[in-house]
T-cell receptor, first 111, second 113 residues
Framework: GESVGLHLPTLSVQEGDNSIINCAYS??????FIWYKQESGKGPQFIID?????DKRQGQRVTVLLNKTVKHLSLQIAATQPGDSAVYFC??????????FGSGTKLNVKP | DGGITQSPKYLFRKEGQNVTLSCEQN?????MYWYRQDPGQGLRLIYY???????QKGDIAEGYSVSREKKESFPLTVTSAQKNPTAFYLC????????????FGPGTRLTVL
């Protein structure tokens, strides 16, 4: 099987700083990873994804890093804004079909 | 305006009642999923459907039932057999079962009174 966990339940950052949210997975056969953003009372929104044949992928203000050696991925948010306040969780796909989800890190952005 | 819709947003149930949560998508996706979200836990898969008229149990299917009579619809019934149904329920869909991103609906919060 697979288990996915995040390192910190809560992260507080100052507006304008960079944020780094971490996620660890257990199964080296996981081949595809997604980061989601979930605002309070809403459904998760896709942010960025990365496949196991890549180490890094960049989007608009976000970067995902994948370290397959230690089974770790991170989400970096540049110039964090108040609108970035939400719960962020990762998902790891195992055996090309089933996703396992982390419990999430709540990002608090202080003005 | 494409996407996934869930209704109702809030649902209250008395003990012993069955309730049905609606999920509709107009993305032309073959695969649909139901997850349960509890505080401090990752999403847990209840049921999934790879194609119309087919569905499979997920990790926590006991006390739940589904149907997939139409491609765009995947309703979830929470039966009285589900002992702890209070949770946030999320429906998702993807192009097909074996590929890529799952997109989520806005969720339904079910509370048992």
């Amino acid at each position: 099987g697979e288990s996915v966990g995040l390192h910190l339940p809560t992260l507080s950052v100052q507006e304008g700083d960079n944020s780094i949210i971490n996620c660890a997975y257990s199964n080296s056969a996981s081949d595809y990873f997604i980061w989601y953003k979930q605002e309070s009372g809403k459904g998760p929104q896709f942010i960025i994804d990365i496949r196991s044949n890549m180490d890094k992928r960049q989007g608009q203000r976000v970067t995902v890093l994948l370290n397959k050696t230690v089974k770790h991925l991170s989400l970096q948010i540049a110039a964090t804004q108040p609108g970035d306040s939400a719960v962020y969780f990762c998902a790891a796909r195992h055996n090309f079909n089933k996703f396992y989800f982390g419990s999430g890190t709540k990002l608090n952005v202080k003005p | 305006d494409g996407g996934i819709t869930q209704s109702p947003k809030y649902l209250f149930r008395k003990e012993g009642q069955n309730v049905t949560l609606s999920c509709e998508q107009n993305l032309n996706h073959d695969a649909m999923y139901w997850y349960r979200q509890d505080p401090g836990q990752g999403l847990r898969l209840i049921y999934y459907s790879q194609i119309v008229n087919d569905f499979q149990k997920g990790d926590i299917a006991e006390g739940y039932s589904v149907s997939r009579e139409k491609k765009e619809s995947f309703p979830l019934t929470v039966t009285s057999a589900q002992k702890n149904p209070t949770a946030f329920y999320l429906c998702a869909s993807s192009t097909d079962w074996s590929t890529d991103t799952q997109y989520f609906g806005p969720g339904t919060r079910l509370t048992v009174l």
